[in-house]
């Protein structure tokens, strides 16, 4: 076994020592040519830097080189406590922001035991499915972008404004929200949210087959995608590939249903699956994800109970602004929940939840004071772009252009 | 062959007819669009209808800013030079705009509901030091009817610091 | 000691027999919430936090065993009520359980009680943050309230106890502590109850308020905000505070300190200290520290500063670089040669002697201790020896206090040695006057000023066979009997501690007094061994150490001075203390020798000079101190430097380097190590040793903030004990007859702990309790000279030499002994040992 002196780092220098095992024979005698592509390349999505090895146009090697974009999420989140580390959640993935915090949050809530509100659940599922939506939007717009369909992004994004409007409508930011915090809410949504929300969710389906008439049948597209980038399911489950790329290699895996959290399993939703696991498979199980979201909202936004949108267990949710002049215990818990913050029995949990691009887990571990031990993300864009080697292999330069954009990384998310 | 030009077709009707309606541009600056009632922008320190700063210098916002942005330093009030009520408040209130990230942690911090994040996005700064916005900076102009501070009073009126304040309605 | 086997939360602890619950169950890390009990005081059972359900196993009447159960375990009764466990004591087989659902909501009750009074002042209280009631409150207490706030009671806030701490009557939760401590602990009950039940509430009884020297203490131990410090109030939230270690620099005892600081926009981002909070040493100060430290660090951010070297030219003293500075000095010293006088006060560091030291004797120059003070040599040979705590004396101890007003010139150790009594310690106070150590003692000695050493020779010739001649002011005390029980009880006593201070001494009484100190301590074999040994109350915290590296002060200094070509003064100021060296120009003049003063202040004698070199506080950078008992400890940088600033042995070392010799002028680590190597009695120690910590009980300052208070937990060194150099003999030391003068009065020279020390002036908050310059004579003699309370004077000594203009208002006292004044030092009346004066009323000063 060898042991940490031993083993040698290799250097990723750009030179070819080092790196001998990674390459094929072919790039150390010269034969192949090793093309840096990124950090700073419109098409992969962030700061990725992929390493090609190239036969011509060919991908004989594709090793990917992340960590541009590592802030020490996890170790800066152990410096702060549990409130002021939450707003670092959502800058992780930055494309689902409030998944995250909902992921954040339902780890603190199994680790200390907090209830949250029937009505607070029902909210959260409503403006995490409108966040995977948003999500997908991007995806949809990028990935048709780099595949040189311009409109697509255009029409996207003029749709994502209405879900950042409504964002802002509830939580006053239109991406780093906040807005889910242990025990419930930050406040209840206003009055015009429904309506908002309602009128999107009627505007939307049309949309949906907007895109689909400019996509799905376009021979252009067709040709691009149909094909590339096969993955059995086999070797998604070997690869601890989740999320749409698992579904579309046949496997009909959601977490939603598999272990429900906040009340998934009150409403009725298909997971969309398909069998030929390539990059049109992926592309039209996100499409029929974002119709089922659809739905989700619908029935949500339907049966939205009322009631308080926050736990009222004070030792870990400040008290609520009225009671602040008239309560010594609202004074003296909001004072010391807003300085030291709540402090967690010991222990570690583990929740994950589906994120638009697969499963996000965060570990949590507690030592009984009011900063976390240990957080650890496990972030689905990291697993599934570890695939993106496999995939690439024998495909053109062309075609990786098209298999970054399939497995939809978010560089917040693989990086941390 | 026919089925490929008839889906080029099918798109191209699709991108002719976006082309025709109305664009959901916003042509920004010469058009703002409004902001929502609870965004998040730039910090304003409240005062009362009677001109007296609602701020009592008592660091919580500051201890609950997750990018330190925030800096305070207390004071005594005296009935002869009364900024708020109560005992204390803030002689030095500083902001550093660019580690602000906008949470609107210190205005749920804020036991007097003293800091607030108002509607003003359209921060800009030329050197690291004019980012830093000093409490003249910060605090709202007096309302009518209301007095400048520091106030002069009587004593033994002004000796609550934690006014009755009602639940966020918005 | 009986061991008792009981079972708390589940965790078995063995502890000795007569340990409370509550002590017994932090051995094993349970924390059980209190509010009065304090782990140094005597609990009262008052708040009701620390109620337990507490099971005792039953025992037959008949046969005295131990009921059992059917499986073979004790049968358990479990009290019908839940009992507070500070009152408590362990008993075997005892079950505690304080996280069942009854102890439970018997601590959400207390906690619902005591926040029911308590004002909504969380934001605007000072102890936000580091506050017992918050903390516990969010463990224990309830989430919501169900009282009326309109019902809440109404009492003064900001009510100010003196100048020095603020009393916040509505946040008071009538703990006691306050009030137990300045009764039992420091037996100064200036302060207490007022009226009952939810009207109850803190008077203080004294004049100025609050007129104790430990009253900073109580704002560490006060569970919530109302005892706060004016020194603190509104500085800083605890979360935003650095916090470094360091010594307080204000007497001899060297109480471990913390100094919190914070960056400051009104001083323009400057790092400043915003308070001094007490550190922990058992050995030292236990978690106490008196008022004098607490309030008086403002000197080391004063605006009057130095901050550049100043060079005279053409009769004024103008600012120059460092570079011209040193090196004219450099070349003056050089030219000196073994002509080079130093003088070093007591407050510089052991680096900063040493390299002063080392200097002065490598030109072969004279070093002198600025001092008035002997016996610094004797300490060492038959001081305490390593392991020796004041905490530990009891009944076998004997505490022999002479010639010191304790309370005045090192109240920690009057505390500790108080405590000592109070836990049986045959206390002898052998003074001439009076002192508040005196309700403690178990012997009073009287003897006339001046007599100090013949006072402890009759003690010795009590005892011994030997009986040499005593001069004839002591004759009489031979045959007191006081003297002879005090004699007696101190040679049969196991360990005997002595502590002499500087009541009324000059140098030459003082060395007499320290010798004969030894010889009792010979006499009786109290040498050598743990809590035993001879201490000396010095008047500057590290005069020991100056000893130690072979400083010594000169009875007559001008005369010393006579052969100096180069004069070297560092923390000393002969010429503000004595007018006589400003008005016979003895120092500085052109015609005399080339003076360097090297100090924090443009001082009298700084004015003198001919070149002034400023130096960093000990706030600002790094050193050791040795302390009365002979401990070495570290103190540490708290705020930067200035720049361009050099501590006193950086400035010593350059001057040294530029004469060729190999000096340390960086790192004061280095300076300790060269010290360490060259001294026999530093021998071993190292900057490393100095900051090694061990576990101490009671355990303070972490999280449980509720238990001990917040005085900060020691991790940055308690410091190390010094052994014993070579032990010195018995010897007949040199008696100077210092009789009653036949006219005139006798002034003695007396310390009080608020002086006009330029070390404390600078601290405002104090000036209520700093007097003007004042006498104390006795009430007869000045009805005899015709002088009234109040009336200003002046004293005219006997051998000539006005001291015009310097004038002091008269009290009078009836405990002062006839023909005597006392003398205050430090307050600009320059009687360095006892001096024969006259007294007459001041002139007026005509306008």
């Known amino acids: 076994m060898t042991t940490m002196q031993e083993f040698e780092f290799p250097l990723m220098d750009g030179t070819l020592d080092g790196m001998t095992h990674l390459v ?58 549990y409130i002021k580390a939450e707003v670092m959640s959502d800058r992780l993935d930055y494309l689902n922001n409030l998944g995250n915090n909902l992921v954040y949050c339902l780890a603190i809530e199994k680790l200390t035991g907090l209830d949250v509100p029937v009505r607070a659940q029902a909210i959260r599922v409503i403006l995490v499915e409108l966040q995977r939506i948003s999500s997908h939007l991007v995806w949809l717009g990028t990935h048709a972008l780099d595949l040189a369909a311009m409109s697509v992004f255009l029409y996207c994004f003029r749709e994502r404004e209405i879900i950042l409007d409504i964002f802002e409508m509830v939580s006053g930011q239109r991406m780093m929200t906040t807005y889910i915090r242990p025990g419930g809410l930050w406040r209840d949504v206003p009055d015009e949210f429904e309506q908002a929300v309602r009128q999107f969710l009627e505007a939307f389906p049309e949309r949906i087959d907007q895109y689909e008439s400019l996509l799905t049948k376009n021979p252009l597209f067709l040709q691009r995608t149909k094909g590339l980038g096969v993955m059995t399911q086999e070797d998604a489950l070997r690869w601890g590939v989740t999320g749409p790329m698992l579904r579309a290699s046949g496997l009909a895996h959601d977490l939603r249903i598999a272990q429900p959290y906040s009340g998934y399993e009150q409403y009725d939703f298909d997971i969309p699956t398909h069998t030929d696991g390539d990059t049109y498979a992926r592309y039209v199980v996100r499409m029929e994800e974002m119709r089922q979201s659809i739905k989700i909202v619908q029935q949500a936004l339907d049966k939205l109970p009322y009631g308080p949108v926050r736990s009222n267990n004070r030792k870990y949710v400040p008290p609520p602004r009225s009671e602040l002049s008239t309560s010594m215990e609202a004074v003296i818990h909001h004072f010391k929940l807003w300085t030291e913050g709540f402090t967690p029995p010991k222990g570690s949990v583990y929740v994950g939840v589906e994120s638009p691009r697969g499963e996000l887990g965060v570990y949590l571990e507690s030592d009984g004071g009011p900063k976390p031990y240990r957080i650890h993300w496990r972030t689905p864009s990291f697993m599934n772009l570890q695939t993106l080697p496999m995939l690439a292999k024998g495909n053109l330069v062309a075609d990786l252009v098209a298999l970054i954009g399939t497995a939809d990384i978010v560089l917040g998310d693989v990086d941390r | 062959m026919a089925g490929i030009i008839g889906e080029i077709l099918r798109g191209l009707s699709t991108t002719l007819h976006m082309a025709a309606t109305k664009p959901v541009t916003i042509q920004y600056p010469e058009v703002k669009r409004p902001v929502r009632p609870r965004f998040k922008g730039r910090h304003h320190l409240m005062r009362y209808d009677n001109g007296m700063e609602k701020c009592i210098g008592c660091s919580l916002c500051s201890a609950a800013c997750p990018a330190d942005a925030i800096f305070v330093e207390a004071a005594e009030n005296t009935d002869e030079e009364r900024y708020s009520p109560g005992e204390r408040y803030a002689r030095v209130y500083e902001i550093n705009m660019l580690r602000c990230i906008f949470c609107g942690y210190c205005e749920d911090a804020c036991p007097t509901e003293a800091i607030v994040l108002g509607d003003n996005y359209e921060l800009s700064f030329t050197d690291r030091r004019s980012s830093i916005y000093a409490k003249e900076m910060l605090l709202v102009p007096v309302d009518e009817g209301g007095k400048p501070t520091p106030q002069k009073v009587e004593p033994g009126i002004y000796t609550r610091s934690i006014p009755v304040m009602q639940d966020p309605k918005d | 000691m009986k061991m008792v086997n009981l079972t708390i939360d589940g965790k078995t602890v063995t502890v000795p027999e007569g340990t409370l619950i509550v002590n017994a169950a932090k051995k094993v890390g349970i924390d059980i919430p209190v509010f009065c009990y304090h782990p140094k005081m005597e609990p009262v059972g008052m708040c009701r936090m620390c109620l337990v359900e507490i099971g005792r196993p039953v025992i037959d009447r008949t046969t005295g ?114 009030v137990r401590f300045q009764d039992q602990v420091v037996d100064d009950p200036v302060i207490g109850f007022f009226q009952r039940g939810r009207s109850l509430e803190i008077v203080t009884y004294s004049e100025p308020g609050f007129d104790s020297v430990f009253s900073g203490n109580t704002t560490d131990i006060c569970p919530v905000g109302a005892l706060t410090t004016t020194d603190f109030r509104f500085k800083a939230r605890p979360w935003e505070l650095r916090s470094a270690a360091s010594i307080c620099t204000q007497c001899p005892v060297g109480c471990n300190i913390a100094f919190n600081t914070r960056r400051e926009a009104v001083s323009g981002g400057k790092w400043v200290i915003k308070r001094v909070m007490p550190r922990q040493n058992e050995w030292v100060n236990e978690i106490w520290m008196c008022d004098k430290g607490r309030f008086g660090y403002h000197y080391s951010k004063s605006a009057e500063r130095l901050t550049q070297p100043l060079v005279r030219r053409q009769g004024e003293l103008a600012p120059a670089t460092w570079e011209e500075a040193l090196s004219f000095v450099a070349e003056r010293f050089q030219q000196a040669g073994d002509g080079l006088f130093s003088i070093a006060g007591g407050r510089l560091s052991n680096e900063d002697l040493y390299n002063q030291g080392k200097l002065t004797d490598s030109l072969g120059g004279k070093k002198v201790l600025y001092g008035t003070m002997g016996g610094g040599d004797l300490t060492a040979q038959s001081g305490l020896v390593p392991g020796s705590n004041f905490s530990d004396m009891g009944k076998e101890t004997a505490i022999l206090v002479v010639a010191s007003d304790l309370h005045e010139e090192a109240p920690i150790w009057w505390l500790r040695v108080k405590q000592a009594a109070e836990r049986g310690a045959q206390l002898i106070v052998a003074n001439p006057r009076p002192t508040r150590l005196d309700a403690y003692a178990t012997h009073l000695v009287r003897y006339p000023y001046g007599s100090e050493a013949g006072a402890l020779l009759a003690m010795v010739n009590t005892l011994s066979a030997k009986r040499p001649d005593l001069p004839e002011a002591v004759a009489n005390l031979v045959r007191s009997p006081e003297l002879k029980a005090a004699a007696k009880a101190f040679a049969e006593a196991e360990n005997a501690v002595i502590l002499y201070g500087s009541e009324g001494t000059g140098l030459e009484t003082s060395t007499a007094l320290a010798q004969s100190c030894q010889n009792l301590l010979l006499a009786t074999g109290h040498i050598g061994r743990i809590n035993n040994g001879l201490v000396a109350v010095w008047q500057r915290v590290n005069d020991q150490g100056a000893w130690e590296l072979g400083w010594r002060p000169v009875a007559n200094l001008p005369e010393a001075m006579q052969a100096a070509r180069a004069l070297y003064v560092a923390a000393a100021d002969p010429a503000g203390d004595d007018p006589a060296y400003l008005a016979e120009g003895r120092l500085g003049s052109q015609e005399q020798a080339f003076l360097v003063v090297q100090d924090l202040f443009l001082t009298a004698t700084a004015r003198l000079a001919d070149v002034v070199l400023p130096v960093q506080a000990w706030t ?118 210092v009789g009653m003068p036949k006219i005139g009065l006798l002034a003695v020279p007396i310390t009080r702990l608020y002086d006009h020390g330029s070390t404390l002036l600078p601290s405002s908050m104090l000036h209520q309790r700093i007097p003007e310059p004042y006498v104390v004579l006795n009430d007869q003699d000045a009805e005899r000279l015709k002088i009234s309370e109040g009336a200003a004077i002046q004293l005219i000594p006997a051998e000539g030499g006005s001291w015009l203009g310097v004038r002091a208002i008269a009290r009078l006292r009836s405990d002062v002994p006839e023909r005597i004044v006392l003398v205050p030092r430090s307050f600009g009346l320059p009687v360095a040992g006892p001096t024969v004066v006259s007294v007459r009323l001041a002139e007026r000063v005509l306008a």
């Not at chain 3, 361009?644 to 380097?657: E, L, M, R, T």
Request: proline share 6%; hydrophobic share 35%; charged share 25%.
């Open chain 3, 620 to 737: 600002e950078r790094e050193g050791s101190y040795t302390s009365g008992e002979r401990r070495v400890q570290r103190f540490y940088p708290v705020v930067p430097e200035l720049a361009d600033s050099y501590a006193d042995f950086s400035v010593a070392g350059q001057i040294g380097k530029r004469l060729g010799l190999d000096m340390e002028i960086r790192l004061a680590g280095r300076t300790f190590a060269r010290l360490a190597s060259e001294t026999p009695a530093f021998t071993g120690l190292s900057y490393a040793r100095l900051a090694e910590v061990v576990e101490q009980w009671p355990i303070v300052g972490r999280g449980d903030l509720y238990y001990g208070g917040t005085t900060y937990e020691n991790s940055q060194g308690i410091g190390v004990q010094l052994p014993l150099t070579s032990a010195g003999g018995l010897s007949w030391p040199k008696l100077v007859e």
């Open chain 1, 24 to 81: 094929s024979e072919r790039a150390i005698e010269g034969d192949t040519v090793l093309l840096n592509m990124g950090p700073q390349h419109p098409s992969t999505h962030g700061v990725l830097r992929l390493l090609l090895e190239l036969d011509g146009e060919t991908v004989i090697t594709c090793i990917p080189d992340v960590g541009f974009l590592h802030t020490g999420v996890e170790k800066n989140m152990e410096a702060k406590t």
């Open chain 3, 65 to 178: 065993q131990v009921v059992r159960e059917d499986d073979g375990s004790p049968k358990m009764q479990f009290g019908p009520k839940l009992e507070t466990a500070c009152t408590t004591p362990v008993s075997e087989g005892m079950v505690v359980l304080g996280t069942s659902e009854k102890a439970k909501a018997g601590r959400q009750d207390i906690i619902e009680f005591l926040l029911t009074s308590h004002p909504l002042d969380c934001p605007i209280c000072d102890k936000g943050g580091e506050c017992p009631l918050q903390n516990l409150t969010m463990e224990f207490g309830p989430g919501e309230s169900r009282y009326l706030y309109d019902e809440k009671m109404h009492l003064a806030k900001h009510v100010p106890l003196g100048e020095l701490i603020y009393l916040d009557r509505e946040r008071c939760i009538q703990c006691g502590r306050c």
